[in-house]
């Protein structure tokens, strides 16, 4: 996930926010992206939306149709599944790298990281579902925190990345499994803590891939 604030230009914060539109469900899955729309809607130039648009293709978040114009990148299980395989190679190897150079400010970083999503998820659990966005960036923020001491930039950002094609489906399909979600949540915390690397790569499996059936029963198909 990235943050408006970083966007200097009229055409990056389109992009930002195009991007944002499309991660968080705002833009549905197959939706086709009309360019004179588009112009409306965020502010800038014809040339400029298709800058916009070809960048988010490789992104995985946007197709090129070839004359026909762009459309917002399908969801299908196959895809999930394949983005959910790569999410968790990527995070276990950097968690296992961060368990075992993070030090005090990364603890830190991380118990802070974990009390934001834990009251988000008080709410949720209390019928609060009003707050869907705000409780995805903590739930990001909680898993950028596990990995941010891996020591790798280039790591970091492919975690990103796929984490963001990940989030579309928890927004898409409004995934949240009520106390299983807070119980690994929490169980993660304790094994960063304890610097359990293993044990917090079969939590995040679990957690991952129970997102994944989730979705599979709320009627997502191949």
């Known amino acids: ?13 389109a992009y930002e926010r195009l991007r944002a539109d499309i991660v968080f469900g705002r833009l549905q899955p197959g939706q086709r992206l009309k360019l004179e729309r588009l112009r409306l809607d965020y502010g800038v130039g014809i040339s400029t939306l298709r800058e916009i648009l070809n960048r988010l293709v490789p992104e995985g978040l946007v197709v090129a149709e070839g004359q026909r114009g762009f459309q917002v990148a399908p969801c299908s299980a196959a895809d999930l599944k394949e983005i959910a395989a790569l999410r968790l190679l990527l995070e276990c190897h950097a968690m296992e790298q961060s368990f075992q150079a993070g030090d005090m400010e990364w603890e830190g970083r991380v118990v802070a990281a974990h009390h934001k999503l834990a009251r988000m998820e008080t709410q949720l659990l209390a019928g609060d579902r009003s707050n869907a966005e705000p409780w995805k960036r903590y739930d990001w923020e909680f898993h950028q925190a596990l990995v941010s001491a891996c020591g790798s930039r280039a790591l970091l950002a492919l975690h990103s990345g796929v984490y963001d094609r990940y989030l579309r489906y928890q927004m898409v399909f409004v995934i949240f499994r009520g106390e299983i979600a807070a119980d690994e949540h929490r169980a993660l915390l304790d094994a960063a803590l304890k610097r359990e690397a293993a044990r917090a790569q079969e939590i995040l499996s679990a957690h991952i891939w129970g997102c994944v059936d989730f979705a599979l029963g709320r009627g997502l198909s191949s």
């Open 1 to 13: 996930m990235r943050d408006e604030s970083e966007a200097g230009t009229a055409g990056e914060q």
